[in-house]
């Protein structure tokens, strides 16, 4: 998306722009009127940089990715929040929430844009077949759940044929689908939503969700959970089935439903044409970028939220000490472990010596003279006996 927006300033609005990645910086030409970071990651970097004002994309809220094994990277995605940067969503929830997090924070919503040369709605909708359900996420991030998808999909009682597209095939050799497609470009993309009848997406993090938007711009209606950033597009019986989080049976239920009433799925198809056809382009897009480009620059810089980078700083020291201390408890565990380790190895060593002593002792007493002579004795009783 940054890409396809610098080659749309340059081109349409006659603005200069550079794209540059982290190994990038050293080639930057002079002084900037604006920089614009689109990961977390490259909000840093906006200070290596000559510009007069700094803002930052936002795809979602990043910390979001990370769960508690990796707890100094939430942090740090959240600290961007609090830079003396403006913001610029791809969803207007987005600002709803920053502005929550941060007052005063300033936020422009910029929608991404769909290629409608390459997504076109030329499709029919088959009244009869199998229900062509195309899973769309990553299997390798448990957020984009991937796995209640073809959950729900097995589970259908009418007949189905399933595809996984995913952007690598990592985690995906044991999803058990009818096929998996991976690294397709955007006619691909556009193809396989055409031959699809229904697109199912039950993520529970998204900024957006854009395969959703691309879908309806073929006709292709779509099974979602209510993830943040559907509700931009998404209208429960009208172009698309809403169902609930952790509720296979639920999906399952709603799958088969547009399996067996092909009237409601004509019905959200067309619905997915209408919501497609007020969805910007991607010139459009870009134009209104530029718009907030412009509208950014004739504002006051902003000021950082000192109150928050504070904040954000307590609870940097808190988890260090907290990782510290957790480390030393570990080492200290491992130590008395491996102690024990070495007393049962001792005392082994002992208990195969005092072993060995017993039956060389055995041996000596086996092999003795009154030993011999005490076993004979005891088996001529034994035949006296049975005389």
């Given at each position: 998306m940054a890409a396809a927006h610098a080659r749309g300033l340059q081109r349409d609005h006659g603005v200069e722009t550079d794209l540059l990645t982290l190994d990038d910086l050293g080639e930057?030409?002079?002084?900037?009127?604006l920089a614009i970071a689109t990961w977390w990651q490259t909000?840093?970097?906006l200070w290596q940089l000559d510009a007069v004002r700094r803002a930052a994309l936002l795809q979602s809220f990043e910390q979001r990715f990370y769960d508690r094994d990796a707890?100094?990277?939430r942090l740090s995605a959240e600290c961007t929040l609090a830079m003396a940067v403006d913001f610029i969503g791809v969803a207007p929830w987005m600002r709803h929430v920053l502005t929550e997090l941060r007052e005063g924070a300033r936020c422009w919503v910029v929608p991404p844009g769909i290629d409608k040369q390459c997504f076109t709605a030329a499709r029919d909708v088959r009244r009869e077949g199998p229900l062509r359900v195309l899973i769309e996420g990553q299997p390798s991030l448990p957020f984009k759940g991937v796995e209640d998808a073809v959950e729900a999909?097995?589970?259908m009682r009418e007949p189905a044929q399933s595809?996984?597209?995913?952007?690598?095939?990592?985690?995906?050799?044991?999803?058990?689908v009818d096929r998996v497609l991976t690294g397709l470009n955007p006619d691909a993309m556009a193809a396989l939503y055409r031959e699809s009848d229904v697109l199912i997406k039950l993520s529970r993090v998204e900024g957006l969700g854009l395969a959703p938007v691309e879908a309806f711009h073929t006709g292709l209606p779509c099974v979602v959970t209510p993830f943040t950033g559907h509700e931009a597009y998404a209208r429960h019986g009208e172009n698309a089935l809403v169902v609930g989080f952790d509720d296979p049976a639920g999906t399952s239920a709603a799958l088969d439903l547009l399996a067996t009433d092909r009237d409601l799925l004509a019905q959200l198809s067309a619905g997915a044409a209408e919501t497609a056809a007020s969805w910007p382009s991607s010139a459009e897009s870009t134009r209104l970028l530029h718009e907030v480009v412009l509208e950014l620059l004739a504002e006051a810089p902003p000021r950082a939220d000192e109150a928050l980078l504070?904040?954000?700083?307590?609870?940097?020291?808190?988890?260090?000490?907290?990782?510290?201390h957790e480390t030393a408890s570990i080492e200290g565990a491992l130590t008395v472990a491996q102690e024990l380790v070495h007393e049962l190895?001792?005392?082994r060593e002992e208990c195969r010596e005092m072993l060995e002593e017993t039956r060389a002792e055995l041996v000596r007493i086996q092999g003795s003279r009154a030993y011999r002579l005490g076993r004979a004795a005891k088996q001529a009783g034994k035949a006296l006996r049975r005389r």
């Open positions: 930057a030409r002079g002084r900037y009127d909000v840093p970097a707890p100094f990277e999909v097995r589970a595809t996984l597209v995913a952007l690598d095939s990592a985690a995906a050799d044991d999803i058990q504070v904040r954000m700083l307590a609870l940097h020291t808190d988890l260090g000490r907290g990782r510290i190895s001792l005392s």
